[in-house]
């Protein structure tokens, strides 16, 4: 089983952009899809974010026009650029497979705070 670890998080402004990056122990080509997730405090853990080795990316509404996900399975890194960022967006950033089926043990995730 990969393990995960996640980069890139930090303090940003409103409307600023941030890049994470996932790190995986070993390949991830056959990972499909794989997702970047976010858990608000009190709130439950939500897929932002999903890509396949190929085909269709998928978003959820919120993020949409702003986030866009990518991989480089060579590297065995999965990407999240954000621009447009908004305060609803902070939260802890974690990566892992998209379907329950692929999932791997969950790393410490990197947290995004959206403030002025």
């Known amino acids: 089983q990969v393990q995960l670890v996640e980069s890139g998080g930090g303090l940003v402004q409103p409307g600023g952009s941030l890049r994470l990056s996932c790190a995986a122990s070993g390949s991830i080509s056959s990972i499909n899809p794989m997702g970047w997730y976010r858990q608000a405090p009190g709130k439950k853990r939500e897929l932002v974010a999903s890509i396949p080795s190929g085909g269709a990316t998928y978003y959820v509404d919120s993020v949409k026009g702003r986030f866009t996900i990518s991989r480089d399975n060579a590297k065995n890194t999965v990407y999240l650029q954000m621009d447009s960022l908004k305060p609803e967006d902070t939260a802890v950033y974690y990566c892992?497979?998209?379907?329950?089926?692929?999932?791997?043990?969950w790393g410490q995730g990197t947290q995004v705070t959206v403030s002025s």
């Open positions: 892992n497979a998209a379907i329950p089926s692929q999932l791997a043990s």
